[in-house]
């Protein structure tokens, strides 16, 4: 009777969380923070990357000695600031950065997301096989319980008893392993969304629309490369132009003498260092447009193979679902029926349940391969999810 508490599981409308409510959580998993954590820390290293030489403080000392013989040590203090004069330039090179680690953090999100959809898909999948497993656990003990008040009677032997019960037996391992999994579902859940309660809904349709789904501008990673791509460039837009001034304030004590200076430098960014830099951003610019069009092409390609494969599944399979449900189940009432009237032997009952058994996973094989196919379609892209679902 191992099976008989799956199908008295009944889910609380107060408790369970449907993947809505997972999907709105994903800011507060400890490995989106942690990312995000590293990203901004990333960000601000960029940000202040042009003014890493904004003050300067200037202090020397020397000897002078006249021509009358007197000598005195001088010392002179002095602070200087740089002032950028192309305010526009440096302006939309913080706003594209801004937009390019925004667009990371929802890269990552997305991709969370993702894993949600494909543990909670998965869930609900196995749930589902689970109990059209414990129905048939009702079926088996009603057969097993049925030739064994037929051995006390002489109407069937020993052998039909030990056979029955060994496939009682082999369901329950395979409901025992279903458990497991689903377990091990809630344990990775959890480890993402800690809030995660257990309590699975799984009344939300997740069927995809499959035109929005291949849309390349509901792709994240599509639209962080397109922004990476104006980060580099209003980055190199900092190198390429006269980028400040320099004012410097000094006070020095001479012999005699007590001075204040106040001088303007104009730097030129055309040094080795300067156009080391340039030429390493060229060559991330070049790689992150190449990116891009691979990104683009592969996006294509996948977009159609798995187009092709969902309207296989969705036309093929999944419209025969139930007329396979139905004509299977009407197998083992007939099959059941003549049994208890002695009609059909024992080894035809075990095969007509069999048969089921076997479509249960087949189904299941066939629901989970599908979903996750989409699932890792979503990851790799970084789908946003929430507008893709029907």
């Known amino acids: 009777m191992r099976f008989l508490p799956f199908l008295a599981v009944t889910t609380s409308l107060l408790l369970a969380q449907e993947i809505s409510y997972l999907f709105s959580k994903v800011k507060e998993s400890p490995f989106f923070l942690k990312e995000k954590t590293a990203l901004e820390a990333q ?20 000897y002078a000695k006249p021509d009358d013989g007197s000598g005195k040590g001088e010392v002179e203090i002095g602070i200087g600031r740089d002032f950028y004069l192309k305010k526009d330039v440096l302006k939309n090179y ?5 937009e390019y680690y925004n667009f990371l953090q929802k890269v990552t999100l997305a991709k969370l997301k993702g894993e949600i959809w494909r543990l909670y898909g998965n869930y609900c999948i196995k749930m589902k096989a689970l109990q059209a497993k414990g129905s048939l656990g009702v079926v088996y003990d009603e057969i097993a319980r ?28 395979q409901i025992s392993e279903l458990e497991s999994e ?58 390429r132009n006269l980028r400040d001034i320099g004012v410097d304030l000094a006070l020095s004590k001479e012999i005699d003498t007590t001075r204040a200076v106040v ?13 080391a830099q340039k030429k390493a951003i060229l060559k991330n610019l070049h790689s992150a447009i190449q990116t ?24 093929h399979v999944s419209k025969t679902e139930d007329s396979i449900k139905l004509s299977a189940n009407t197998l083992i009432e007939q ?3 003549r049994f208890k009237a002695g009609e059909e032997s024992l080894f035809g009952m075990l095969k007509a349940i069999e048969t089921k058994l076997s479509m249960i996973e087949t189904i299941l094989d066939l629901k989970i391969r599908r979903h996750n196919a989409v699932a890792d379609y979503m990851q790799k892209y970084a789908v946003e999810i929430e507008r893709i679902l029907k």
């Open 94 to 98: 913080f706003l594209t950065q801004e």
């Open 335 to 337: 099959s059941q029926m």
């Open 146 to 173: 049925h030739i064994d008040k037929g051995v006390r009677l002489g109407e069937f032997s020993a052998s039909d008893s030990i056979m029955a019960h060994l496939a009682l037996d082999n369901l329950n391992l």
């Open 292 to 315: 891009l069009h691979a990104l683009e092409d592969s996006y294509a390609q996948e977009s159609r193979a798995l187009k092709q494969r969902l309207n296989i599944y969705f036309e």
């Open 182 to 239: 689903l377990a091990e579902i809630e344990a990775r859940l959890r480890s993402i969304i800690p809030t995660f309660n257990g309590d699975f809904l799984c009344t939300q349709h997740l069927k995809p629309n499959t035109d929005k789904l291949f849309y390349p501008q509901n792709s994240y990673l599509w639209k962080m490369l397109k922004s990476k791509q104006k980060a580099l460039k209003s980055e190199l837009a900092l190198h």
């Open 43 to 62: 960000f601000l290293e960029k940000k202040a990357q042009p003014f890493n030489q904004n003050y300067r403080l200037n202090l020397s000392t020397g």
């Open 263 to 275: 001088g303007i430098s104009i730097p030129f960014y055309k040094g080795v260092a300067n156009e």
